[in-house]
């Protein structure tokens, strides 16, 4: 089915992930653009990509996107989405983020890359975040988390070495009438 979000129809389906706050999803990806306007990586990696909402809302003239995403259904409608916008994409990799990001960054290390990831509830798996603190993977790194606890045990495995600071952090009310908030961190390299 499609979704109208940010001025564009995405495809998207229920078996995979999609925002369940339109409006909030466009705010992020709103302050997502500014950053990115700010910063203008040379190279913006989606970890946790879905289909592709944060690329296509914010990441319009950025010379180089890469997607990376593990559900097939999301992939599926990625692929369309980027298509049917006619995105310059310069690759999708299907498979698990914790395997295809580390090797895709030892085959295309690259300096001015900005890694971007909205991971699953549960957060990031303990080895993304230990190569996240240790290997060079880009200047800027953004997670969007919706659990506090899980990000903040995912900031402390990736903050140990000491590689990245916190520059900024914004709450979203990604869920009103709830406790539950939709956080943005921005780490900067040191």
């Known amino acids: 089915y499609r979704v109208r979000i940010g001025g ?5 389906s229920s078996m995979g992930f999609f925002q369940n706050n339109i409006e909030v999803t466009e705010l992020v ?8 306007a ?3 990586p040379a190279r913006f990696l989606d970890l946790y990509a879905g289909v592709g909402t944060f690329p296509l809302l914010a990441a319009q003239g950025i010379p180089e996107v890469h997607c990376f995403e593990d559900s097939p259904y999301s992939t599926g409608c990625l692929r369309r989405n980027v298509q049917e916008l006619g995105f310059p994409l310069a690759g999708i990799f299907a498979g698990k983020v914790e395997k295809t990001f580390p090797r ?7 300096p001015e890359t900005l890694v971007f990831m909205d991971p699953p509830r549960q957060g990031i798996a303990s080895s993304l975040a230990d190569f996240l603190a240790k290997e060079d993977v880009g200047e800027n790194v953004f997670y969007l ?3 506090l606890q899980i990000l903040l045990r995912d900031l402390k495995q ?8 916190i520059r900024e952090v914004i709450p979203f009310d990604m869920f009103p009438r709830t406790k539950h908030i939709e956080v943005l961190v921005w780490l900067a390299k040191l």
């Open 29 to 36: 990806a709103k302050k997502l653009a500014e950053y990115l």
């Open 8 to 12: 564009r129809l995405l495809w998207t």
């Open 145 to 147: 988390a919706c659990d």
């Open 104 to 110: 895709f960054i030892a085959r295309s290390p690259k």
């Open 158 to 165: 990736i903050l140990a070495t000491g590689r990245y600071k």
């Open 38 to 40: 700010v910063i203008k």
